[in-house]
């Protein structure tokens, strides 16, 4: 299934008009790079990079290990609703262009989660980035209803002082119709 996901989000980058049949069409999120990074402890840029679908990607230097892994974080909002019971993936693209070899660097947590206060769990899971751009994914099943706006994709990069780089993000709901 994911291989299907990643196949298609990479067919994204090279085609102007999705295929009717195209995963993307089930994306709750706006493709791409639709994040707000926050945080005192980063400094975030546009970068071009041939080697990631879509050509740019979002540079965060972390410039401190955060007390908390959300200290510095990349947000996206979710433009359409989650159904309770539907099954969402969150799938981003990431690497860490500062490690060399097997070195990685955590993002201690990434997936979408509901407003506050509660901030219930859709889908989540950690990372451990290495040098390689490479398609990380999370997948769950919604706990509740969510209107649209109402849920986030949060990306904790705070885990330690590196360099993240983002790519594209994509949220599917497996079921929608």
Do not use: C
């Amino acid at each position: 299934m994911i291989r299907t996901i990643s196949v298609a989000l990479g067919i994204f980058a090279a085609s102007a008009a999705p295929a009717q049949d195209d995963i993307l069409r089930k994306a709750i999120n706006q493709p791409g790079l639709n994040y707000n990074v926050t945080g005192a402890a980063q400094i975030t840029t546009r970068v071009k990079d041939s080697g990631v679908v879509g050509g740019q990607a979002l540079r965060v230097q972390v410039t401190e290990k955060g007390p908390e892994n959300y200290a510095v974080q990349a947000v996206s909002p979710l433009s359409k609703p989650i159904v309770k019971g539907h099954r969402i993936v969150v799938a981003i693209w990431a690497r860490a262009p500062k490690l060399t070899g097997d070195a990685t660097t955590p993002i201690p947590f990434f997936g979408v989660i509901g407003p506050a206060p509660g901030y219930a769990t859709v889908a989540s899971g950690p990372a451990q980035v290495g040098a390689a751009w490479k398609l990380y994914d999370v997948k769950g099943v919604a706990p509740s209803d969510l209107a649209a706006n109402a849920a986030t994709v949060v990306v904790h990069l705070a885990g330690a002082k590196a360099v993240i780089d983002l790519g594209p993000l994509f949220v599917i709901d497996l079921d929608a119709t």
